[in-house]
């Protein structure tokens, strides 16, 4: 028999439980049991209560996380459905779902002549994370210091690819605190789509004029207790795509004093590959100032894994990272802990958002 990839099943709307211009969140009947369910209103169109539907069931089939959820891949109520908006680009090319787009670079783009005139970043400073929960403490703290700083967010396709799915996203754009989404590679749903993280970077600098621009995956990090076996590894490459076009590349370390998995406490094993191993170039790392026993296990990882040698490394003290949080009402958490159950997570976000401030 051949391997399977996707598992389906037919179910009924029993209700509509939330719902915006991008996302219905669903109860479905399968079987006889409910289970809530994504309706994504651009993909598989309007959905109302006695809809017969299929939902990909896989991720709640394996028990994921992040993942875990039913979505909606077909609504027998909508039959046919048209293609609406411009552009040629596809996006999740060559399966069932590919959507087109209208990428800034193709040549029915307004900005297609800026993005083919672009010389160099000049410096532009871009912050590199490798989690989507880096985004919204590290561009809190940016807006709390400096209120008329212009922060863009590029999205990359390491984790969830509609920015629909991202609540973060939503949040931060309501409140003023980020002013415009790319979506580059196979992510979708930005405000601007891009092919590649170097055209997404010179969207954001040059055509949007951002001040700051933070790079990071959408929800849902995909990992496999491997040296290299994880989808933020991304952040070495990125790191080094920002050197590539001059600009100012800011590292975002991972760190964490309550991960029960050894490889993430302290410096994440993932940040000390990504920046020992997999960036070529020179970067700057800012660090959290935390206790004297935490700051000197940091200070070892720092040491054994060289990256003083490698990379510009500074120390700032993120502490007031919960002030800015509150400052701007944010319920923030990371692998499902909270502020006070990872203190030094977002500490260590306060820290390069404060840091930020000496490369402007």
Not at 88 to 97: A, D, G, S
Not at 285 to 313: A, D, T
Request: hydrophobic fraction near 35%; charged fraction near 20%; aromatic fraction near 8%.
């Amino acid at each position: 028999m051949s391997n399977t990839m996707l598992s389906y099943k037919l179910g009924k709307v029993k209700k509509i439980l939330k719902k915006d211009k991008a996302i219905t969140l669903i109860e479905v009947e399968i079987n006889k049991q409910n289970y809530k369910a994504i309706n994504y209103n651009s993909l598989s169109g309007a959905v109302s209560p006695g809809d017969l539907i299929v939902v990909n069931t896989t991720a709640i089939d394996l028990g994921l996380g992040t993942g875990g959820s039913h979505f909606v891949i077909y609504n027998y109520n909508n039959k046919t459905q048209t293609l609406n908006g411009e552009g040629h680009i596809m996006k999740l090319r060559y399966t069932p779902f590919q959507v087109k787009c209208l990428a800034v670079e193709e040549q029915n783009s307004p900005y297609h002549k800026k993005i083919k005139q672009f010389k160099n970043l000049n410096g532009a400073v871009i912050v590199v994370g490798s989690l989507h929960s880096m985004l919204s403490p590290v561009a809190a703290m940016i807006k709390w210091l400096n209120p008329k700083i212009k922060i863009n967010y590029i999205m990359t396709d390491g984790g969830a690819l509609p920015i629909q799915l991202s609540e973060t996203v939503r949040v931060l754009k309501e409140k003023n605190i980020i002013e415009n989404t790319i979506t580059i590679g196979h992510a979708f749903g930005g405000d601007y789509e891009c092919i590649n993280i170097y055209t997404g970077l010179i969207m954001s600098k040059e055509v949007l004029k951002s001040d700051i621009t933070i790079v990071a995956m959408g929800p849902g990090i995909v990992g496999s207790a491997t040296k290299y076996g994880f989808s933020g590894i991304e952040q070495g490459y990125i790191l080094d795509a920002v050197n590539t076009l001059k600009g100012t590349s800011i590292a975002i370390p991972r760190i964490s004093f309550s991960d029960n998995r050894e490889r993430h406490v302290g410096i994440s094993h993932h940040s000390i590959t990504n920046l020992s191993e997999i960036t070529n170039t020179k970067s700057n790392i800012i660090f959290p100032i935390l206790s004297e026993y935490k700051l000197s296990i940091i200070k070892k990882q720092i040491q054994n894994s060289k990256l003083y040698k490698k990379h510009n490394v500074y120390y700032e003290n993120g502490s007031d990272i919960y002030k800015a949080l509150n400052y701007f009402g944010l319920k923030v958490s990371t692998m499902g802990r909270s502020y006070h159950q990872d203190k030094e997570f977002f500490e260590a976000l306060g820290a390069v958002g404060k840091g930020i401030f000496k490369f402007l």
